[in-house]
C-alpha cells in the first residue's frame, strides 16, 4: 500500500482495518456501477463512523457530467446533515478523484480523502496536480492514496477488458454475418 | 474589456453583441441568486444559438455543495440535449469558475468559456490556475475572460456591501435593547 501525505490537524487516527472496511463499501458501490455498464468507480462519504453518502458512476445512465461516484456521495451527504459544509467528514473513493471531483471534495471541507487506484491521465490529488494541499485555498484535505489500490485498480482492468473482448465479439458476429 | 486566450479550432466568431446579450441572460440569473440571499453569480449554456441551460447559485437554498450557477447550468443542458457531453456548446458565467465547475466545464467538453468578474480567491481558469489550457487533458476550453466584467464584479460587491451594512444594523439593534 502506498501512503499519501498526511497533513492537517486531524485527531482521528483510523487503524487500517477500519479505513479498508469503508473502502470495501465504495468498492460494493463499484462494483454496482459495473453491473450497468458504467466504469467502475464507487465512493462513500463518513462521518462519525456512519456511511452518511454513497453513490457509484452513473454518467452514462443518467448522460449528466456531474455523475461521478464522488459527486452523488457528497449529494447524498449534505442531504444527510442538510449542510453543504461536509466537516469531519471522510471521503473514500476507488479512483483517484479528478478536477471536478477534487474541487467538490475542497469546497464541501471534506476533512480526509482515501482512494484506491492511481488514475495517471486525470487524476487531480497526486497525478496531475496536488488540489488537495494548495495552501492558497480556504481548505486543505488530508490524503492517503493506494488503499486498496490493488483491487480498486484490478476491477477497472478487468472492466475495460471484457468490453474490449465484447467488442471483439460482435466485430466477429458482423463479419461473419456478411 | 480583458480578452483570454483564444484557442482551438472554434469556427464560429460571434461579435461582442451576440456574446453580451447571453451574458446579460447570466446576469439575469445572477441577480435572480442575490432575491434569495445567495452570492449573485449566474450561468447560460448556449448551444445553435439557443440557451439550453440556466442556472444561479443555490448552494444556500439547497444545503448542497455542487449547487454552483456553472454546474447548475450544465446539467439543464444534459438534459436538454440527452448527453453528458456538451460538444459545441459555449457557457457564458459571471464569475471566473473555482476547479470544481472548471473541471465539469472540461468534462462536459465545453467549446468556449466567456466569464465577467475574475476570482483571484478561487479562480482557476486565470487565477490559481490555467484548467482549461492544460494539455495533458483530452479536452481544451477556449476562454474569454472580462466579459462585461465591470458590471459582474459590480453586482458582487452591492450584494457584500449590502450583507456588511445589514450586519451593522442588526449589531446596532442587538446593542439598543441591550
Known amino acids: ?21 469503508y473502502m470495501r463499501l465504495a468498492i460494493d458501490e463499484a462494483r454496482a456501477a459495473a453491473t450497468i455498464d458504467e466504469v467502475p468507480i464507487g465512493a462513500v462519504v463518513v462521518h462519525d463512523g456512519i456511511v452518511i453518502g454513497a453513490g457509484h458512476n452513473m454518467r452514462e445512465e443518467f448522460q449528466q457530467t456531474p455523475y461521478h461516484a464522488e459527486m452523488l ?83 477497472l482492468k478487468d472492466f475495460f477488458r471484457n468490453i474490449r473482448r465484447r467488442r471483439k465479439l460482435e466485430k466477429q458476429k458482423g463479419q461473419s454475418k456478411n
Open 73 to 155: 456521495a457528497i449529494m447524498e451527504a449534505c442531504d444527510a446533515l442538510h449542510s453543504w459544509r461536509l466537516e469531519d467528514c471522510d471521503l473514500y473513493v476507488t479512483l483517484e478523484p479528478c478536477i471536478m471531483c477534487s474541487g467538490a471534495i475542497i469546497n464541501a471541507r471534506i476533512r480526509h480523502l482515501y482512494y484506491g487506484a492511481s488514475d495517471p491521465k486525470g487524476g487531480a490529488v497526486n497525478s496531475l496536480y496536488h488540489l488537495m494541499e494548495d495552501s492558497r485555498l480556504n481548505h486543505q484535505v488530508e490524503v492517503t492514496a493506494g488503499l486498496l489500490g490493488d483491487e480498486c485498480s484490478q476491477m
Open 1 to 21: 500500500m502506498q501512503l499519501g501525505n498526511m497533513k492537517g490537524n486531524n485527531p482521528l487516527t483510523l487503524d487500517n482495518s477500519v479505513t479498508e472496511k
